[in-house]
């Protein structure tokens, strides 16, 4: 079985900073692009961004130069450096793999259980 476990959400104050982390578990033989998603309350899920295997980087444009992703693949693990935050940053943040598992030999999508990010005074 393949888990991926985030952390890192909380509460803080427009203009503050948040680092998320979500690593990814269990019988893994490859994973391909890692990414994180958010999903505010009556809203679609929507990308934040995502980075592949070898590191080449997508946005959404309302983030762009203030949230920054990145991974490290020896750990299996991918964050979310957020700056800058507004309070419209506010939602539950998913973690997002494509990963083959053991026995497989295709890519399937796998999701974290959700992080919540508020940002308020």
């Known amino acids: 079985q393949v888990q991926l476990v985030e952390s890192g959400g909380g509460l803080v104050q427009p203009g503050g900073s948040l680092r998320l982390s979500c690593a990814a578990s269990?019988?893994?033989?490859?994973?391909?692009?890692m990414g994180w998603y958010r999903q505010a309350p009556g809203k679609e899920r929507e990308l934040v961004a995502t980075i592949t295997r070898g590191g080449i980087t997508n946005y959404a444009d309302s983030v762009k130069g203030r949230f920054t992703i990145s991974r490290d693949n020896a750990k299996r693990t991918v964050y979310l450096q957020m700056n800058s935050l507004k309070p419209e940053d506010t939602a539950v943040y998913y973690c997002?793999?494509?990963?083959?598992?053991?026995?497989?030999?295709?890519?399937?999508?796998?999701w974290g259980q959700g992080t919540q990010v508020t940002v308020s005074s």
């Open positions: 997002n793999a494509a990963i083959v598992s053991f026995g497989n030999s295709w890519y399937e999508d796998y």
């Open positions: 269990g019988s893994i033989a490859s994973i391909n692009t």
